[in-house]
């Protein structure tokens, strides 16, 4: 079955330190993994895509993360955490034929916390 | 980025009553639309999938006579909870996404309080 996991329910880090948030996935073929934020009461908001290509992926607000096939993963990071970053971040994998028409699934979230 | 706007962005209604809930893409055509329901402190559940002019592809266990979901244009489609009770209560976000690249854009959900 296609699945995601998001492995920490809560993530604390200091702002100004770097910050991963962890995903792992389980796909039958060629996974499409995606990142979103959502702030409190909001929708949810894009921040990256993977969908071939290059391992490395750039996204919004400074955010990258990192698609390894071995290890099946597709942790989250950021060089330099800011205390406006605090949000609840999901990662999310399509499945289906194709990334038009198949459906997201998304890991349960985790809350990033970042202190002053 | 693609905008989608949800209306309203909150309501508060009896129970019995029905309540619509639209979902637009403002910048874009959206090909499909989704209905995401959340529970607080949980993760998104995909309830239904729709197509314009289509009928929607309902999620096993969501009910369809429950949650009627109308995707009458490529930039609109909308989800009426009929007949709404208090565990219906939840926040409702759509989500479109565009005819090509593969990003689904969200809207800012609708918090749906059942008294």
Redesign the interface.
């Known amino acids: 079955a296609q699945s995601v996991a998001q492995p920490e329910d809560q993530v604390n880090v200091a702002e100004g330190n770097p910050l991963t948030v962890k995903c792992t996935y389980s796909v039958s073929g060629n996974p499409y993994l995606f990142w979103y934020v959502q702030y409190p009461n909001r929708g949810l908001q894009f921040l990256l895509k993977y969908i071939t290509g290059d391992n490395l992926v750039k996204g919004s607000y400074g955010f990258e993360a990192e698609f390894n096939k071995s290890q099946t993963s597709f942790h989250l990071k950021k060089p330099s955490a800011l205390v406006s970053d605090s949000a609840l971040y999901f990662c999310a994998v399509i499945y289906g034929r194709s990334s038009n028409t198949g459906k997201l699934i998304f890991g349960q979230g985790t809350t990033l916390q970042v202190k002053p | 980025?693609a905008v989608?706007s949800?209306h309203p962005s909150w309501v508060i209604c009896k129970s019995g009553t029905s309540v619509k809930i639209e979902c637009r893409s403002l910048d874009f055509q959206a090909t499909?639309m989704?209905w995401y329901r959340q529970f607080p402190?949980?993760?998104?559940m995909?309830m239904a999938?729709s197509n314009e002019g289509s009928k929607a592809t309902y999620e096993q266990g969501v009910e369809k006579d429950k949650f009627l979901i109308n995707h009458a244009s490529l930039t609109l489609s909308t989800l009426t909870v009929t007949s709404a009770h208090p565990e219906d209560s939840s926040?409702y976000?759509c989500?479109a996404?565009a005819?090509?690249?593969?990003?689904?854009?969200?809207?800012?959900?609708t918090?749906l309080t059942v008294l």
Request: aromatic share 14%; net charge positive.
């Open positions: 980025g989608v949800q499909t989704f402190k949980q993760s998104l995909l999938t926040f976000i989500s996404r005819r090509a690249a593969g990003a689904q854009y969200f809207g800012p959900g918090r």
